[in-house]
């Protein structure tokens, strides 16, 4: 269970409100997604969930544990032993090929069995490709590759489709649910897609750091069922 209880963060020494007293629950294997604009705090809801930011106030727990308490080594180990992140920006290092790209992931959590994750994500034929030589699509799922390489008990998605076209983007957001159907991690992912909430179990709605509405989703689509 992740549990964030009335958590406030402003910017630029209290000008900008980012989360206005925010209060949110995501169960242990739930797919909830985060929807809004540009500007409406979920990427910022996002980076305190996940321990990259702290909160000016307000408490997170995950599996009981308040995150807003630990100091910054204990923190570095949590988001090392439970969270994986994908980002919209591919963050891959251009002179590793992919396999090495992954193995910096696998490498975190000590996994030597890899290859079964870049296997399911159809990386096999790119093993020894740098970056450069990829698609965007690509580039992509290397990324997830790398991010489930760790093992992460929650995976943390900021727009993975957000640069990628529709076939592309329909292809890598299909991964990313198969991958998840067959972990059972629980996976929390930010978009403006508002299609993209079709896919997940519950959708947490903010506007102006603010969360206005939450619903569970009563049946999820895939992501060729969606519109785009």
Same mark, same amino acid.
């Given at each position: 269970?992740?549990?964030?209880?009335?958590?406030?963060?402003? &910017?630029?020494?209290?000008?900008?409100?980012?989360?206005?007293?925010?209060?949110?629950?995501? *169960?242990?294997?739930?797919? +909830?997604?985060?929807?809004?604009?540009?500007?409406?705090?979920?990427? /910022?809801?996002?980076?305190?969930?996940?321990?990259?930011?702290?909160?000016?106030?307000?408490?997170? /727990?995950?599996e009981?544990?308040?995150?807003?308490?630990?100091?910054?080594?204990?923190?570095?180990?949590?988001?090392?032993?439970?969270?994986?992140?994908?980002?919209?920006? &591919?963050?891959?290092?251009?002179?590793?090929?992919?396999?090495?790209?992954?193995?910096?992931? +696998?490498?975190?959590?000590?996994?030597?069995?890899?290859m079964?994750?870049?296997? +399911?994500?159809?990386?096999?034929?790119?093993?020894?490709?740098?970056?450069?030589?990829?698609?965007?699509?690509?580039?992509? *799922?290397?990324?997830?590759?790398?991010?489930?390489?760790?093992?992460?008990?929650?995976?943390?998605?900021?727009?993975?489709t957000?640069a990628?076209?529709?076939? /592309?983007? *329909?292809?890598?957001?299909?991964?990313?649910?198969?991958?998840?159907?067959?972990?059972?991690?629980?996976?929390?992912?930010?978009?403006?897609? *508002?299609?993209?909430?079709?896919?997940?179990?519950t959708?947490?709605?903010?506007?102006?750091?603010?969360?206005?509405?939450?619903?569970?989703?009563?049946?999820?689509?895939?992501?060729?069922?969606?519109?785009?």
């Amino acid at each position: 269970m992740i549990k964030a209880t009335s958590v406030s963060k402003t &910017y630029n020494n209290g000008k900008v409100e980012a989360l206005k007293n925010v209060s949110v629950d995501i *169960r242990n294997g739930e797919f +909830a997604v985060i929807l809004g604009a540009s500007g409406s705090g979920k990427s /910022t809801l996002m980076n305190m969930l996940s321990g990259l930011e702290r909160p000016d106030c307000g408490k997170i /727990t995950v599996e009981g544990t308040d995150i807003t308490e630990l100091n910054e080594k204990q923190l570095t180990a949590f988001r090392r032993d439970n969270v994986g992140f994908v980002f919209q920006q &591919y963050y891959l290092l251009p002179h590793l090929s992919v396999e090495s790209n992954v193995k910096l992931g +696998a490498d975190i959590a000590r996994n030597k069995n890899y290859m079964p994750i870049i296997d +399911a994500l159809g990386l096999c034929d790119k093993l020894r490709a740098k970056p450069s030589e990829l698609s965007g699509g690509e580039q992509q *799922r290397v990324c997830i590759a790398r991010a489930l390489a760790k093992n992460p008990k929650i995976l943390f998605l900021d727009e993975p489709t957000g640069a990628l076209d529709e076939k /592309t983007g *329909r292809a890598v957001l299909d991964c990313i649910m198969r991958e998840k159907t067959r972990r059972g991690f629980t996976m929390i992912m930010v978009t403006h897609n *508002r299609n993209i909430g079709e896919t997940a179990q519950t959708v947490i709605e903010m506007n102006s750091g603010e969360i206005i509405d939450t619903h569970a989703v009563s049946r999820q689509k895939s992501a060729y069922e969606i519109g785009w």
